[in-house]
C-alpha cells in the first residue's frame, strides 16, 4: 500500500471513529431521555408527512385526469393534516405512531410464523421462528402498556439502534485499521 492510499484510509476510519462515537453517544443519550428521542422522531415523521402532503399537491397539477387529481389533492390534504396534527401535537403524535409501531409488530411476527412453517425443513429455518416469537414478544409489550409505552419505546429502540450502529463503525474502523 502507498503511502497516498493509506493516507486516504486514514482519514476515512478517522472520520469513521468519529460518527461511531457520535452514534454512541446519541444512543445513550436516546435511551437516557426516552421520552425527547420519541417526540424527536414524531416530529421527524410529521415533517415527512408534511413534505409527502406538497408533492401531492405538486403531483395534482401534473396529472391529466379529474379523477387522478382529486385522488393527489385528497392525499395531500390527509398527509398534510397528519403531518399538522403531529407537529402541533408532538406527544399525540408519539402515542399514535407507538400504537401503529405495535400493530405492525404483531403483524410481522404473524408473517414469520406463516413464513417458519413454509421453510421449517431448511437449514437453520429455526432463527424465523426465533425472529417471530421476539417479534411478537415486542409487540405484546408494547401492546398491553399502551399508551404509557409510547413514553419510551421509540426513543429507546432509537437509541439502541443507534448504539449498535455506533459499535459496527467503530469495529469496522478498527479492522480497516490494521489491514492498513
Not at 500500500?1 to 484510509?9: I, P, Q, V
Not at 392525499?75 to 405512531?97: E, K, Q, R
Request: glycine share 8%; net charge positive.
Amino acid at each position: 500500500m502507498n503511502d497516498e492510499s493509506k493516507a486516504k484510509g486514514g482519514s476515512g476510519t478517522r472520520s469513521m471513529i468519529f460518527w461511531g462515537i457520535v452514534m454512541l453517544i446519541c444512543g445513550i443519550a436516546a435511551i437516557a431521555l426516552p421520552l425527547v428521542s420519541g417526540i424527536g422522531v414524531a416530529i421527524i415523521v410529521a415533517w415527512v408527512l408534511i413534505f409527502a402532503a406538497v408533492s401531492h399537491l405538486f403531483l395534482a397539477f401534473h396529472t391529466h385526469s379529474v379523477g387522478g387529481v382529486l385522488w393527489q389533492i385528497l392525499l395531500a390534504l390527509i398527509y398534510g393534516a397528519a403531518g399538522v396534527f403531529m407537529i402541533m401535537n408532538p406527544l399525540a403524535g408519539l402515542v399514535t405512531l407507538t400504537l401503529v409501531l405495535a400493530i405492525f409488530l404483531l403483524i410481522e411476527a404473524a408473517l414469520e410464523t406463516a413464513l417458519y412453517f413454509q421453510v421449517r425443513r431448511a437449514i437453520n429455518a429455526g432463527w424465523i421462528l426465533f425472529d417471530a416469537i421476539v417479534t411478537l414478544i415486542l409487540a405484546i409489550l408494547i401492546w398491553s402498556q399502551w399508551p404509557s409505552s409510547s413514553l419510551w419505546f421509540i426513543g429507546t429502540i432509537i437509541g439502541i439502534s443507534l448504539i449498535f450502529s455506533g459499535i459496527s463503525r467503530l469495529s469496522l474502523a478498527a479492522a480497516m485499521r490494521r489491514r492498513a
